[in-house]
């Protein structure tokens, strides 16, 4: 599998909105809605910020946001904040009980 | 509350394996699967497979087939993922991560091993 493509480095101002694209193939992203999106601080896990698309876990802010057009799945944050800065993942089911990442992101806040 | 704890940092020479645990606890452990993921330095993360605690079958990804194992003891509820004829680009950190029961998104991760090869 090949990772899916993100673009490598996006930077916006404080309270901005930015969106983050991740395009794959009818293979992963267009073919299920089973594509979720991973926070990562530098040295620190990731974290779960959107799934299933769209979906929100308890706990995260309504600043984030999740769409898919096609094969191209796209994260939304609103009112951006220094903490927001981050590396983000999109992660797609691939078929047959596989998985894969894209390539991440990584936000500037400055 | 769901904890993933995994073991600690290895040093390993080209051609070793290793081998990651990773102790659940908070949940019932056969009830949800368990994924491996790893990040090299300044790299991006990637998928390496996965084992379903209840019934002990695997499917691991194409790149890593003929060197992955991933295993778990339920008595001790405890994932391992085994990586042999190591490599220099092996280096990384390795997740361990649980999927959520209704979907196919990582809800409870570990902190992660560093796994470093070299000679």
């Known amino acids: 599998q090949s990772a899916l493509t993100q673009p490598r480095s996006v930077s916006r101002s404080p309270g901005q909105s930015v969106t983050i694209s991740c395009t794959g193939t009818?293979?992963?992203?267009?073919?299920?809605?089973?594509v979720s999106w991973y926070q990562q601080h530098p040295g620190k896990a990731p974290k779960l910020v959107i799934y299933d698309v769209t979906e929100r876990p308890s706990g995260v802010p309504d600043r984030f946001s999740g769409s898919k057009s096609g094969n191209t799945a796209s994260l939304t944050i609103s009112g951006l904040q220094a903490d927001d800065e981050a590396d983000y993942y999109c992660c797609s089911y691939a078929g047959s009980y596989t998985l894969v990442f894209g390539g991440g992101t990584k936000l500037t806040v400055l | 509350q769901v904890q993933l704890v995994q073991s600690g940092a290895e040093v390993k020479k080209p051609g070793d394996s290793v081998k990651v645990s990773c102790k659940a606890s908070g949940y019932t452990f056969t009830t949800y699967p368990m994924h491996w993921v790893r990040q090299a330095p300044g790299q991006r993360l990637e998928w390496m497979g996965w084992?379903?605690?209840?019934?002990?079958?695997?499917i691991c990804s194409q790149k890593f087939q003929d060197r992955l194992t991933i295993t778990a003891d339920t008595s001790a509820n405890t994932a391992y993922m085994i990586l042999s004829s190591l490599r220099s680009e092996d280096t990384a950190v390795y997740y361990c991560a649980r999927i959520e029961s209704t979907g196919l998104h990582f809800d409870y991760w570990g902190l992660g091993t560093l796994v470093t090869v070299s000679s």
């Open positions: 009818s293979s992963d992203v267009g073919g299920y809605n089973y």
């Open positions: 084992i379903s605690a209840g019934s002990g079958d695997t």
